[in-house]
Structure formats: C-alpha cells, structure tokens
C-alpha cells in the first residue's frame, strides 16, 4: 500500500508512529486515503500503536444531524419519532407528517389527519371505505382492503374480489385477489374460496400408512375389495389384506415377485424373477413357471384360459401352458393392459409399445424414448402410461400422445377406475391424481418409492413400494 503514497504523506505517517499512536482521520478524509497506509474506506484507527488499517472501518460523521445518513460514510444518524419525518437534506426532523392512508379510498388518515380522498358516491365509512345503496361499484375495490368493508353490500354478499381464491387451502399470492397480508394480518384461500386469517392450517394428508410387516421391497399391489387385497414383493413375498391386517402368506418361490393380477378373488397370479409364475386358486398359491429362465414383470388377462406376461419376451398362457408369443417385439417391456382378448398393450423401454390385435405383436409409437413402466386404461380409447422423469402418454382415438409433466419424479405404477379417476405413483412418494382434466399432487404420508397403485371402483385404494411401504388412500 505504502508505494501508493506520496513522499510527503508517508513521511506523516512515519512521524505519527514514532510518536506512538495514530491520529484520528479529519472528517473529510474518510473514505479517502488519509495516512498513506489506508485505503479507502479505512482509515489509522485512534488509539492504537500501528498504523496498519488492517479491518479498521469509516466513522460516520453526522455533526447535527439527527436522521438520514452522514455525507460521509452512508451510516444511518438516526430516525424521526412518529408522526415526523426526515428531512434529509439536512438530517432535521422538520415536524411534517407522512400520510398513512394504505388502502383507505376516503377520510382522513390514521396518522397525520389528512385526507385519502373522497367519495364520488355513496358515504365513507369508518374503515375509509365508499359504501353505497345496494353495494355500488366503489363496494368490490373496498374488499381488498378488509371483507368486513363489504358488510353492508347486501347485493353482493360473496364481495367478488376479495374471495377469488385460485388455490384451494394454500397462502395466498400474487396471483390472487385474496393477498397474503393486509398490513401484518397474514391470510389464506379456504376450501371455500374465501379469505381467512391467520396463517393456513396444515393440510391433512390424503393417505395413510399401513403396516405390512415387511421391510422387503413390494413391487405390485391388486385389490378386489374392502377385505381382500394382495401384495408382491422381494423374496418371493406375498401379503394379503384381509380387512384388518396385511398377512404373510405361504409362498412357493424365493424369486423376487413384480407383479400380481386377478380374474377373480379364487384366480389371482403373480409373476417375477427366473421366469417365475405362480397362481392362487382360493386356498393356496400353485407353482406354474414355465422352463424359461426370463425375467418377467407383469401380468395381466382377459379370462383364467388368456394371461399375459411381460418382460425380456412375452408369454401367453392358454389354459394349460405358458408359451412365447409371436412378435416382432426385441425390447424389454415393463407393463401389459388390455382392452380386450384381441386389444392388448404393453410398455416398456425406451418409450416401445407393442400392440396385440390377434396374430402377432406389433411395434407402435409412443412419441417418446422414455422409458415408460406402466400402463393402464379405461376402455379401447383410453389408456395412460407412465414412465421416467415423469413421463406420461395418454392413449387416444389418435393414438398415443404427449402430456405434460406435472412431476420430474419417475413415476412407476399407474391404475384407474375410470376415465375420470386415475392414479399415478413414483419416487419419493410421489402420488397424481386425474380427475377428468388435468393431473394433480395428492397429499401423500411417505417419501419411500412407490411402485404400484390399485384399488376398486368403490375407493378402496392402496399403493405399495420400497422397505415395505404400503398406504391407502383416506379421501380428500
């Protein structure tokens, strides 16, 4: 710093340190170099024996100033006592008040006594509102400020512009007409679209955990009724619900199991690893692998003499016995639907779909190179799958078409009850819910994957996935 200096002033310095201390900074050098050693803004602090300006900052210099900031440092020299207000040309508290009308349309304001306005129609009530007969067109602007304002306007007892609420239980925002705070009071849109105060209740979640008794993975949940349900997982574990509890049941595999589907309650199957495939006939499970070492991972079927498996190839079972299929198929597949006997669908990586319309299996487009890990649908024409980075296509009269992403969560099982009513779920517990338009978070209970969804038309609905986690759904 000292070959910044000139002579004369470094010879200042010198003579200040020999004297042993250094001088205090005239008012006007400070943010200047005052020494020869400090930059600015710092200065040779008084009362030391250095003159390292090492961490030393500027000293305001206020003088008479009783507010504003000093000329020469930026620091604050005071504030004005309410009602008066700086001058900050010269730092005096001049005695002028500021006027504090906020959002009153009429009277005198709170603070100085002056005057916010006045009325072109109607009278000013007390709250610096214009109240007219009938609730006139002053009324709707007057409900920004406070809805209590709107209490006379019998015409318009929803006062429009205040409960226009866009989002149903969250704090409000710049969005809406319901603000997040008039002055410190903190408001939220409720299920009602009106205004509350006070900050929004925690909302309840939507789902709740179920203990499953297992701390393997389960990979596929299917659901018949209120007490009948089973679930399919790592090691070869199957659970059952039976209205109550979830319940180990005797297996007859160590392979971990993906899936799980059912005609009926006396005719479910499962299938997995090492080409794995079991079937429940009412009492116990049946081993009915073929001997074909593939991976499978999911199964589905029209009647007890028609089920499909899915995975490094595809199976068909006839009654008797499981074969390969005839296809023009090479890609993994995740996933199998059907519409029908002779309308089935199947998913899998890199975005394939195959399509079964009797014959041979043939390869169609998704419009994707996502990998896509279920499908499910509702009739011929309506069918959705899902896949990574939350990926999701929806099946048309025009065929397979993008949707937007709601989640970049992948999501892993999707099932539905109806064109109106389905279900998605994904990683970090991630849970979407399509009601007719658009998909939609629900509250969910956990942060473990989920890999699959499955319930009944009634609302008995339940999804599963990592260390065992399994929870149904409770409503809205």
Known sequence: MAGRASLAVGALGLALAAAGGCAAPEPDSCGTAFDGECDEPTYCAEGTDTTDCSGATCVPQCGGRLCGTDPVCGKPCGVCAAPLSCNFANGTCDGSCVPQCGMRQCGADPVCGSSCGTCTSGTCDANGACQTSGCGANCPAACTTLRSQCASCANKPTCETWVDC???????????????????????CDGSRTCRDGPPPVPTPEWEEVASGTFSWLHDVWAFAAADAWAVGQYGVILHWNGSAWEDTPSTTGSDLHAVWGKTAADVWAAGDNGTIVRWTGSAWHDTSPNLSVQ???????????????????????????????????????????????????????????????????????????????????AATDAWAVGISGTIRHLTTAGWQ??????????????????????????????????????????????????AVHGTPGGHLWAVGAIGAIVRYRGP
């Open 166 to 188: 866009l989002v149903r239980d969250q704090p409000a925002t710049a969005a809406t007409t319901c603000q997040t705070y008039v002055g410190d009071v903190q408001k939220w």
């Open 296 to 378: 499978l991972r999911d199964v589905w079927g029209n009647a007890g003499n028609d089920v499909w498996a899915v995975g490094g190839m595809i199976l068909h079972w006839n009654g008797s016995t499981w074969t390969p299929a005839s296809t023009q198929v090479d890609s993994f597949l995740w996933s199998v639907w059907g519409a029908a006997a002779n309308d089935v669908w199947a998913v899998g990586a890199s975005g394939n779909v195959a399509h079964f319309g009797g014959g041979t299996w043939q390869l169609t487009t998704s419009s994707t190179g996502a990998s896509l890990y279920d499908v499910w649908g509702s």
């Open 402 to 451: 993008g949707s937007p992403a709601v989640v970049m969560a992948s999501l892993n099982g999707v099932w539905g009850s109806g064109a109106n009513d389905f279900w998605a779920v994904g990683d970090g517990g991630v849970i979407l819910h399509w009601q007719g338009t658009e998909w939609q978070t629900s509250r969910g209970v956990t942060n473990q994957r989920l890999e």
